[in-house]
């Protein structure tokens, strides 16, 4: 009996040491709420579309999963086992019947000033001058689903980092179907021009697009009020008219937590909002609506008032988006300007 | 500019080379409301407060977006964020922390900030234990509202 449940035992043991990872509910975990829970796409571009798996390689999933897109969104997965990604590879390779291709590591050699031309003539107007990509990505939730798939970037260096010239040369001779992206050699392109192009894409893997660097930046500004907290108060409602907010309203930061009128009175928050700025962000990622509407928070404490926000140049790093760099930059001048305005 | 204006140099807020993801993500195959109950329901089982939960679409739909359903959730512990408040006032804007809900197509997503990404602004080593479990609680709450029918 004792051997048997030691057999038993060991049998268990070594079920859960050998059961290979689940693909899909990896996939589920950390994949489908960008890509969508069959692939077709979100925040991230579609996977399951048979013109994108039939001409990837695991390897340009397995690379891609690896180091993501720096600044598109797409996060990096260094976290995951190999087993795990082979796992999610697997799976999303589920969702076609044909063989997987394969490329050579050949390089494409090419004339770059020839296909720098052809690149700003025929297909900067989707991936961007400098093959930044689209703005936005994939097929975000603000826009109708049928809307055409956005350009990814191609002066990633994820992108870059993953893809072999081959693989780029094959998707510019063959597009990918059911998206924009159109075959170059039906749109009238020679090989050669072809060959161009991608050697002129793979010169992108110097430029590495600069992002906002994060030592300058603190997780918070803060701004000291040499005002009590109530004239602070009042002095934020009018700072924040003047930079023609709307203020949506005021309470406390322990409203919710606490029986009403229990709440801590100094810490108090200002909610407020501009419609347009609003609209622009949550178009540019969804995901930011947590730091939205905009908010000051007044605190005394030790005797002291200060105004405090979030800094929002730490946001495009947060959420792997360099689209936000230009509404973060404006959102953080409008903090700094009503703080200052509301210190005077 | 003659103001007090400084940035606090922290340490990183969210470190370019952190192993765990700083967005924590899921999605559900439930309808916004569905849903929303789901994640709430979720929330106070782990012993968490929904303080309060912020419409951020009003007027969305006016403007062309296609969606009004979007939701911020505040959330958090009483006690946690009385000590924190206290303890670490540059957090202070970050607090409550907050939880993202909105519809896309028929499904329902969700997103937060990773609370270990909070956990570089404490310097107390036994204050990391704090994030360490809403971390936790954040899997835990996200794998819920993932599987829930």
Not at chain 1, 68 to 92: N, T
């Amino acid at each position: 009996m004792i051997k048997f449940t030691v057999l038993f035992f060991l049998l268990i043991v070594s079920g859960i040491a050998n059961a290979a990872p689940d693909g899909k509910a990896l996939f589920d975990k950390h994949c489908s709420a960008c890509h969508g829970s069959e692939g077709k796409g979100g925040v991230g571009v579609p996977l399951s579309l048979p013109s994108f798996i039939n001409s990837v390689s695991n390897e340009y999933l397995n690379r891609t999963i690896r180091v993501g897109r720096p600044g598109r969104i797409m996060p990096a997965f260094p976290q995951l086992s190999d087993a795990q990604v082979k796992a999610i590879v697997g799976h999303v390779r589920s969702w076609t019947d044909m063989p997987m291709v394969k490329f050579d590591s050949t390089p494409v050699t090419g004339d770059k000033k020839n296909g720098k031309e052809l690149f700003l003539k025929r297909c900067a107007q989707c991936h961007g001058e400098d093959g930044k990509g689209g703005k936005g990505t994939g097929v975000t939730f603000s826009r109708k689903r049928d809307l055409p798939i956005i350009a990814p970037a191609l002066n990633n260096s994820g992108f870059l980092a993953s893809a072999s010239d081959m693989m780029i040369k094959n998707t510019l001779i063959h597009g990918r179907d059911g998206t924009p992206m159109v075959s170059l050699l039906k749109a009238g392109l020679k090989e050669k021009d072809i060959n161009d192009v991608v050697a002129y894409v793979r010169s992108f893997q110097k430029l590495e697009t600069t992002s906002i660097s994060d030592e300058k930046n603190g997780a918070a500004i803060i701004v000291e009020s040499p005002y009590s907290l109530e004239e602070t108060v009042e002095n934020l409602k009018q700072a924040i008219e003047n930079q023609n907010f709307k203020l949506i309203r005021t309470d406390y930061l322990e409203h919710g937590f606490v029986d009403e009128g229990k709440e801590n009175k100094k810490q108090v928050v200002l909610h407020f909002c501009n419609f347009n700025f609003l609209f622009e962000a949550l178009s540019i990622d969804p995901r930011v609506g947590m730091f939205l509407p905009c908010r000051v928070t007044v605190v005394e404490h030790e005797g002291k008032v200060q105004m405090m926000t979030i800094n929002p140049m730490r946001l495009s790093k947060l959420f792997n988006n360099d689209g936000l760099n230009d509404a973060c930059k404006a959102m953080t001048e409008t903090y700094e300007s009503i703080l200052e305005d509301a210190s005077l | 500019m003659n103001t007090f204006l400084k940035s606090f140099l922290l340490f990183c807020f969210v470190s370019a080379n952190a192993v765990a993801s700083d967005l924590i993500m899921a999605r559900s195959p439930l309808s916004f409301s569905e849903a929303m109950t789901n994640l709430q329901v979720s929330l106070r089982e782990h012993g968490y407060t929904v303080a309060r939960v912020q419409r951020i679409d009003v007027g969305l739909t006016g403007m062309g977006y296609k969606t009004d359903m979007y939701r911020v959730v505040f959330v958090g512990k009483t006690d946690e964020i009385k000590y924190l408040t206290n303890k670490y006032p540059e957090m202070i804007p970050y607090l409550p922390p907050k939880v993202s809900i909105f519809a896309e197509g028929g499904d329902t997503l969700l997103v937060t900030a990773n609370p270990m990404a909070f956990a570089m602004m404490v310097d107390d080593e036994k204050d990391r234990i704090i994030f360490q479990r809403w971390e936790s609680d954040v899997y835990s709450v996200f794998d819920d509202f993932r599987r829930a029918e």
